[in-house]
């Protein structure tokens, strides 16, 4: 994944697209005057996957809601559309043509916004002093993004397969000798290695070479994000790492399956989804209406409804009570947009070759 965004960077790049683009900054505005702009738009667009924050239905109801906390009657649209990195590949290309982007609003992860942050592709708002209920932690990139949730990388098992007291705490539990004969040649192995990469600035690159070499020797296949049904089967009794595993955990046991996840390191490696506004929005004001509007407490509820996602930095969602009663502290965003602007290509194909070969 690291080197598929790595890619659409490097060919943005050869398109001219690092230089700044000259569009006003609106960071002055008001809640007021976005209100009345915005009811004067009419509608509202996301270009993403089509299950993004639960679809149809999911969307239907955040509708609902947007419209009554700013007694709008507008339409909030979800067009299906390619992965976080192509959306992000579009809209800095129609930037370049001086066209309309074909999403009013952004919705990808940390690295794809630090490509956009990089070419000067977001409007800046200035999220915390406008919206009463945002705070400036919520802006991972200054003026530019908001957290809408936040998934940790870790493991999820099977608690009928492997009992407590067998059970790993943490990435390099999974290599002890004297637990990890409890799944060797039964652990499933992530088929990327992008979760070590996030590990390094953590581990250093020999020790996260050193683990990957140890873990390859105990892998009984390889999963993809998302095959969390495997583990409840029983068919591998444990994932190595996956994304989102408090989340997988949270929908399954909600069903009664067995599944237990758990960050894989202190601080977790962390995915931060974060909103921002293009430059070339076609519909500006209710857009960023919509991304602050995405961080109160009443959109985190319906998302936490259909997707188990949220934002620790909201009080009272499922992710901020997690942190909370864990006294967890997350790894810092900023690492890892210079993890990503730096892209060591090397370390990711060393790695490759090690668990994927």
Request: hydrophobic residues 45%; glycine residues 8%.
């Amino acid at each position: 994944m690291i080197r598929l965004i790595a890619v659409a960077i490097l060919c943005l790049q050869v398109l001219g697209l690092s230089a700044p683009v000259a569009l006003a900054a609106a960071v002055g505005e008001s809640l007021d005057q976005l209100v009345a702009a915005g009811k004067k738009e009419g509608e509202v667009t996301l270009l993403a996957s089509a299950s993004t924050f639960g679809g149809k239905k999911g969307f239907s109801e955040l509708e609902a809601a947007f419209n009554k906390k700013f007694a709008f009657q507008v339409k909030v649209n979800l067009v299906a559309g390619p992965n976080m990195p192509q959306v992000a590949s579009r809209v800095l290309t129609e930037l370049k043509a001086g066209i309309k982007s074909s999403t009013d609003f952004y919705l990808g992860s940390d690295a794809t916004f630090a490509a956009l942050h990089r070419d000067n592709a977001l409007q800046k708002v200035g999220w915390s002093g406008i919206f009463p209920w945002v705070t400036k932690e919520m802006e991972i990139t200054l003026q530019e993004s908001l957290l809408v949730y936040a998934s940790f990388h870790g493991i999820i098992y099977n608690s009928n397969a492997i009992l407590k007291d067998k059970a790993p705490r943490n990435y390099e539990d999974l290599i002890d000798p004297a637990l990890a004969p409890t799944w060797a040649g039964k652990l499933a192995i992530p088929a990327y290695t992008h979760w070590l990469v996030r590990l390094s600035p953590m581990w250093g690159k020999e020790k996260v070479l050193a683990y990957a070499r140890k873990l390859a020797t105990l892998g009984g296949g390889r999963l993809r994000q998302g095959e969390d049904e495997r583990i409840v089967s029983g068919e591998f009794p444990i994932m190595a790492s996956t994304g989102g595993a408090l989340e997988s955990m949270w929908k399954w046991q909600a069903k009664g399956a067995p599944l237990v996840g758990l960050p894989g390191w202190s601080p977790p490696t962390c995915s931060y989804y974060q909103l921002g506004v293009p430059k070339n929005s076609a519909h500006p004001n209710l857009a960023k209406l919509f991304v602050a509007f995405m961080v109160s407490r009443e959109a985190q509820a319906i998302i936490e409804k259909h997707d188990y996602r949220s934002s620790y930095l909201v009080e009272g969602t499922n992710m901020a009570k997690y942190v909370r009663s864990h006294k967890i502290k997350l790894q810092d965003p900023t690492e890892l947009t210079d993890l990503f602007l730096k892209d060591d290509w090397a370390l990711e194909q060393e790695l490759d070759k090690i668990l994927l070969r």
